[in-house]
């Protein structure tokens, strides 16, 4: 007993004297704790009710005095513990407090409300959000409080859109829908946090119900936003005028489709984002400018803190830009980041460290856990903790062998590189591709987005009042031009985009941690990140797709083939087809994939005559219908109808020795609160 007691006081000790090491390091873990809370709430299959809540409430008020009383070696577990509980209540906590009536079935009918968001879908289609609902037959506790509509009428296009105007359309909606297959991005989820409860499209015009609302302080930026933006685009026309808008005001609706593929396959899509690239170049433009102005005179420059009065001018400038942009989940963090930056200006500490980046993602976390989840907290944040670790690194780093004018040259590939390599795993992960020239067309366009883009901008909006605004926009049009110019030479060199299969669940959390455990750790113990990075990377690359893939509505099905997915059509379902081929990582299209398809042991109906001229099917065979399937009833194969697949989501299926696995979109998202699935019969029926 005596010498279990010595060894576990030696490992106490050891233990301490590791810790002892982390002294102020330690903050950099508090939003990896949060995450990791935040994480087990959004992993579970089921939703936990309000006395789980309070019991873990309960324990972490327990928890923090216990803290302090334990010795230093085991305080921090006690601590990580607590951060770990108040990160699933605040996940928990976030998701009530964004609950809202979901659409419980396909309606079709008149729909009235008011316009508070445009934009357009991936097809290229105008897409308009609507709150203050009025469905025809609905009671006002079932109407969803937003819901989006695509606007595909060939007809007359009706009355022109604009913000807070009250307008009526008749058009199908319906539930948002689940994953495209198990375990792919839940689009219910993400459309519960932003309140939309119902998602569809119209082939008629729009019609005007009622003038637009007036005094709503939302409402009236949203007017100045796409006022701004309306402006801009008639002094830059094109994908360039489309591109300056997106980039001022968030309105991305006048770029073209070719323009987006484009940026996307040059990896210059991350520019069209108001996201910390811009906030960054503009407050550092601003607060560059205000600082220079403050020195010109003696008395100023010598008697006034004129670093910190340059921090409060561009926090302001931050702030209007925060509005002007519309305030997304992405320009929110932006904003959060480069105020923490400049707070610490303000009390004289250094802008940019890895705890400035930590007291960022606290907060992010706290305001929205559901963040976490997306590609865009995970890429903004890997980046910015990447960058300010290795110029940390660099800082120590004698550089006089480089000369004056080769320095910001040799700082802009090192932070094109680092920053690529830290987000091209999260994005090839969530996009299932990487660009193979994205360094390239960063670093031949990032430097021109602050020297000319943002700069011109800024001048453009300060010269508005006088009515010379065309000469900053001129400028921010040359320099817009050049990156389009590089993002459409880039895009279609051979090779310029490759295709990865989707990882499985484990994979981004365990990257992750070896990379935070890389960066944040002090001591030799940080190269233990090392192998958990490279582990996750052997998890990637032994991830295995389903052999069969089949949609919600039954009228697309998946074969897996030596030759790739072979898909049972050569149209419809193209969402549904796209997902699926991007997450098999082959890069092929629903028109090749179509080619490859042979009935078989699996059998696709699609539609009632193809029902109808069905003659039967033999034991081991998998019969797909996209019509209610009835008369197969009592047939010695497995059938998948819309009837069984409304109760099932999407499905995949695997073999094993024993026959077939059958994993259901439904059950792996489990029953949550967001979990709302189509009822059989749809209200009109």
Avoid at 73 to 97: D, N, Q, Y
Avoid at 345 to 363: D, E, P
Wanted: proline letters at 6%; charged letters at 15%; a positive charge.
């Amino acid at each position: 007993m005596g010498r279990i007691s010595r060894m576990f006081h030696r490992g106490l000790t050891a233990s301490g004297a590791v810790l002892l090491a982390q002294r102020g390091h330690m903050l950099g873990w508090v939003p990896v704790c949060l995450a990791a809370g935040i994480g087990c709430y959004f992993s579970l299959k089921w939703e936990p009710g309000w006395p789980l809540f309070i019991w873990l409430v309960l324990w972490v008020l327990g928890l923090v005095p216990l803290a302090r009383n334990l010795p230093d070696a085991l305080s921090p577990f006690v601590i990580a513990l607590a951060l770990c509980l108040i990160g699933f209540i605040l996940a928990g906590v976030r998701a009530h407090s964004v609950a809202g009536p979901v659409l419980g079935w396909r309606y079709y009918g008149a729909v009235e409300g008011r316009i508070v968001a445009i934009d357009r879908s991936q097809s290229g289609a105008l897409r308009l959000t609507l709150d203050q609902l009025r469905l025809d037959d609905v009671p006002p506790e079932r109407t969803p409080h937003r819901v989006r509509i695509s606007l595909h009428g060939k007809g007359p296009a009706g009355i022109t859109p604009e913000p807070g105007l009250r307008v009526m359309i008749t058009a199908h909606l319906s539930p948002p829908a689940g994953p495209v297959e198990p375990g792919g991005f839940d689009f219910q989820r993400h459309a519960w946090f932003v309140r939309l409860g119902a998602v569809g499209y119209a082939r008629t015009p729009l019609m005007g119900a009622a003038a637009a609302s007036e005094g709503h302080a939302g409402l009236m930026v949203f007017r100045i936003r796409m006022a701004a933006s309306a402006h801009i685009q008639k002094r830059l026309v094109g994908d360039t005028g489309g591109f300056a808008a997106a980039i001022t005001t968030g309105d991305r609706s006048a770029i073209s489709p070719e323009a987006l593929q484009a940026l996307r396959v040059s990896n210059l899509a991350h520019l069209l984002a108001i996201s910390g690239l811009h906030m960054g170049l503009l407050t550092g433009f601003v607060f560059a400018g205000l600082r220079l102005l403050l020195t010109l005179h003696p008395v100023p420059a010598l008697r006034w803190p004129t670093k910190a009065i340059a921090a409060v001018g561009a926090l302001i400038a931050a702030a209007g830009y925060l509005a002007l942009s519309g305030g997304n989940v992405a320009t929110q963090r932006a904003f959060i980041m480069v105020a923490v930056a400049l707070a610490a200006l303000m009390i004289g500490r250094r802008a940019f460290s890895l705890r400035a980046v930590a007291v960022a993602a606290i907060v992010v976390l706290i305001l929205r856990p559901e963040a976490l989840m997306g590609p865009g907290f995970q890429m903004s944040f890997a980046a910015t903790t990447a960058l300010v670790a290795v110029f940390g690194w660099l800082r120590g780093i004698d550089q006089r062998w480089l000369p004056k004018w080769a320095r910001p040259v040799f700082a802009t590939v090192v932070s094109s590189a680092v920053a690529g390599f830290a987000t091209a795993p999260i994005a090839a992960a969530h996009f299932n591709a990487f660009a193979h020239y994205g360094l390239i067309a960063n670093l031949a366009s990032v430097p021109l987005m602050g020297l000319f883009v943002i700069p011109a901008a800024v001048l453009a909006l300060l010269m508005a009042p006088l009515g010379l605004d065309w000469i900053g926009l001129a400028v921010m049009g040359l320099g817009l031009d050049w990156i389009l110019g590089v993002a459409h030479a880039v895009s279609e060199l051979d090779g310029a985009r490759g295709h990865v299969v989707s990882p499985g669940a484990w994979v981004l959390p365990l990257l992750s941690l070896g990379f935070l455990m890389l960066i944040l750790w002090q001591g030799r113990l940080r190269w233990v990140g090392v192998p958990v990075m490279a582990l996750s990377l052997v998890l990637w690359n032994e991830a295995v797709r389903p052999e069969l893939l089949i949609s919600d509505t039954g009228t697309l099905v998946g074969v897996m083939t030596p030759k790739g997915r072979a898909l049972s059509k050569a149209k419809g379902a193209g969402f549904v087809a796209r997902n699926w081929l991007e997450n098999d990582g082959t890069g092929a299209t629903q028109a090749s994939a179509a080619k490859l398809w042979r009935q078989g042991d699996i059998v696709h109906l699609s539609g009632k005559r193809a029902l109808a001229g069905f003659q039967g099917c033999q034991a081991g065979q998998i019969v797909v219908a996209s019509v209610r399937a009835d008369v197969l009833t009592g047939q010695p194969c497995r059938v998948f109808d819309p009837t069984s697949l409304r109760r099932t989501g999407a499905v995949a299926l695997r073999k094993s020795g024993e026959g077939w696995r059958i994993t259901t979109a439904r059950g792996s998202a489990g029953d949550r609160l967001w979990t709302h699935w189509p009822k059989a019969r749809s209200q009109d029926q």
